[in-house]
């Protein structure tokens, strides 16, 4: 059971990872909290389905072309219903969650409540520490920390990462460096959102699209990032890998009970914010950062 909580919480977790960093970098520095952003996780993988059986395209081509589609839609999105209100908190988050919802309502019009399976990208198993694990999910994890990988050097290692953090401290003042801060905006939400189409892309092969799967995700990215600490992108990956570990621990340890995996997830997340409300790696004070 060990072995299959650590290898199967890895994969699980990784992708929470690239979930929940794009959410944390889009909300750092544009203050915006995006509800749509799993919405973009499953409209990537229904493209990949509908590229592969309208199409007839090859799977690596449809998750390329997929990711890239997602990107542009996700870019003017932000640019035609977000960014106009972006400085009315309250309007962003009805905005964002009604384009979640006909995103979902065109997927549920299109293919109904459940569409077929993706394939996977690759076949066979690998044994490791004694236990069977298909070499999709490896693939899956693997690619998820590269590209954690590449987003921590872009963030820390370019001068495009460089004004994004920038803006994110402060966004007055990054503006006063010479800084484009709208360009960086554009720049940090194409990022987030071709992280979550790569995410959808990456469980495409492992469950069954329906147009409601990314409820539960955002459910969760929102958990996360509230435990790492709003707009920390390090929070943000440490409470993935909590939270993640913690479901799939439920599931493997009480399979009868693996409903309550997001009860209890959440309820870690509560536990920490009472002791530490700003999170694990927030601060206590929105002006300090």
Known sequence: ?????IINGLIHSGVYALLAVGFSLVFGVARIINLAHTAFYM????LIFTFTSSFGLNLPLSVILS?????IIGLLSYKLLIDPVREHETTVLIVTIALAIIIQEVMLNRYGGQAGGIPSLV???TEILGVKVTNQHLLTFGVALIVLLGTWAL???TKVGIGVRSAAQDREVANLMGINVARIGMITMAVAVALAAIAGALVAPLFALQPHMWMHPLVMVL???V????????GSFVGAFILGFAETSVVFAIPEGSFLKGAVALSIMLVV???????????AFEEER
């Open 1 to 5: 059971m060990i072995e299959n909580i």
């Open 43 to 46: 409209l990537a993988a229904y």
């Open 67 to 71: 990711v890239v589609a997602v990107t």
């Open 123 to 125: 076949s066979g198993y």
């Open 155 to 157: 963030l820390l290692k």
């Open 223 to 225: 958990a996360i990032v």
């Open 227 to 234: 435990l790492g600490g709003l707009g920390s992108i390090k």
């Open 273 to 283: 914010i009472l002791i530490r409300p700003q999170g694990l790696f927030g601060v």
